[in-house]
């Protein structure tokens, strides 16, 4: 089993930024791609950012140019950094592991973007 727990939500007006932080423990070993996805009220889970063991990132389209994400498998933690933040990227924020074919999710710290 993997736990993840995150940090770095909160409120923050339009064109702010945020650091959203999540910290894997449990069996962290052989962990493949960590990530974020994103939820708000009425609406599917969508993706943020995922890297991979190696580094390999994929970044939504939503978010490209305003995010990054990081991530150090020492630490067992990923980050994602998020800038020029928009009302609409009001959501909660979940954090994502996948190990050995299993989905692990955090259970989601809220980002409130106020115009």
């Known amino acids: 089993q993997v736990q993840l727990v995150e940090s770095g939500g909160g409120l923050v007006q339009a064109g702010g930024s945020l650091r959203l932080s999540c910290v894997a423990s449990?069996?962290?070993?052989?962990?493949?791609?960590m990530g974020w996805y994103r939820q708000a009220p009425g609406k599917q889970r969508d993706l943020v950012a995922t890297i991979s063991r190696g580094g390999i990132t994929n970044i939504a389209e939503a978010v490209t140019g305003r995010s990054t994400i990081s991530r150090d498998n020492a630490k067992n933690t990923v980050s994602t950094q998020m800038n020029s933040l928009k009302p609409e990227d009001t959501a909660f924020y979940y954090c994502?592991?996948?190990?050995?074919?299993?989905?692990?999710w955090g259970k989601g710290t809220l980002v409130t973007v106020s115009s």
């Open positions: 449990g069996s962290t070993f052989a962990i493949n791609v």
């Open positions: 994502h592991a996948q190990r050995a074919g299993t989905d692990y």
